[in-house]
């Protein structure tokens, strides 16, 4: 079992950054891949990013590629998304998630936290 919470979201003006924050409890953490995922309103749920389980290998949707980076600390059960460059389209709530393999299909991730909003203004 792994729990998720996420933290740092906030209003941020275009152009600006931000760094979400998503701490997992449990002492399996090192051994799941993470995910970051965005749902904005009457939106389906979207692929972020994806880190796998020791940080080696991460994945990014085109969306973002270039602006968000990945990264986990597996000593802190933490894994983080620094967001610069943000968009009016970034703005959604952002949730991590936990599973067993790689993926970006949001079916296939096991844990789930609550999610941050993120809104970026114009």
């Known amino acids: 079992q792994v729990q998720l919470v996420e933290s740092g979201g906030g209003l941020v003006q275009v152009g600006g950054s931000l760094t979400l924050s998503c701490a997992a409890s449990g002492r399996t953490f090192s051994s799941y891949s993470m995910g970051w995922f965005r749902q904005a309103p009457g939106k389906e749920r979207e692929f972020v990013a994806a880190?796998?389980?020791?940080?080696?290998?991460?994945y990014y949707a085109d969306s973002v590629k270039g602006r968000f980076t990945i990264s986990r600390d597996n000593a802190k059960n933490t894994v983080y998304l620094q967001m610069n460059s943000l968009k009016p389209e970034d703005t959604a709530v952002y949730y991590c998630a936990a599973t067993r393999g790689l993926y970006i299909n949001h079916h296939l991730y096991d844990y789930w936290g609550q999610g941050t909003q993120v809104t970026v203004s114009s």
């Open positions: 880190i796998n389980s020791s940080g080696g290998n991460t």
